[in-house]
Nanobody, 125 residues
């Protein structure tokens, strides 16, 4: 059974930083592209960042480029999202996602097969 468990969310002031982590189990992590998505109240889930199985390729949404960094540790089966210069509009539930198809790096939610339960990030102004 595949499990993705996010942690690290919380309340932070604008301009601050948070580091989210996602621990994966039950899948061949080193073969899986990983992504982070977020969903704010009343809005659709949106792409934030993605990283290839090797970590050599990363993609970011324009809204977070230069502020967020995605990374992975295939030895620990974890993927992190370092968030800096946070803005109130970054407030959302953040989800970790895994794609079990080797060689792909999706930037839409339909490309991912497994999802975590989400972690709340709230940025106060």
């Amino acid at each position: 059974q595949v499990q993705l468990v996010e942690s690290g969310g919380g309340l932070v002031q604008a301009g601050g930083s948070l580091r989210l982590s996602c621990a994966a189990s039950g899948l061949t992590f080193r073969n899986s592209a990983m992504g982070w998505f977020r969903q704010a109240p009343g809005k659709e889930r949106e792409f934030v960042a993605a990283i290839s199985w090797s970590g050599s390729t990363t993609y970011y949404a324009d809204s977070v480029k230069g502020r967020f960094t995605i990374s992975r540790d295939n030895a620990k089966n974890t993927v992190d999202l370092q968030m800096t210069s946070l803005k109130p509009e970054d407030t959302a539930v953040y989800y970790c996602a895994a794609d079990r198809h080797l060689g792909q790096l999706p930037r839409t939610s339909v490309g991912y097969d497994y999802w975590g339960q989400g972690t709340q990030v709230t940025v106060s102004s």
